[in-house]
């Protein structure tokens, strides 16, 4: 298992840092070209729809989860 890496992200025009395994980045990374989209406007869009008590990383582990998993 590898160590979560830390990228800086822009969301709705501030700065912020998120630790995921290197798997979840590619996964953001991979379903953001899908769907033609830019890293952080799909982040922009997982932050606006999480609930409150979910920190930012857990989201964007459960959006990559749900979706390789409604593909399978």
């Known amino acids: 298992m590898t ?3 830390k990228h800086s992200l822009t969301i709705g025009g501030h700065r912020t ?3 995921l395994e290197p ?3 590619n996964g ?3 379903i953001a070209a899908l769907r033609d989209q830019g890293i952080n406007a799909l982040v922009t869009e997982i932050d606006a729809t ?3 008590d979910t920190g930012l ?3 964007i582990r459960l959006f990559v989860f ?3 998993r ?3």
């Open 3 to 5: 160590r979560p890496q």
């Open 17 to 19: 840092s998120v630790s």
């Open 23 to 25: 798997d979840f980045w």
């Open 28 to 30: 953001l990374r991979e």
């Open 50 to 52: 999480r609930q409150p």
């Open 57 to 59: 990383a857990t989201a």
């Open 66 to 68: 749900r979706h390789y």
């Open 70 to 72: 409604d593909r399978s």
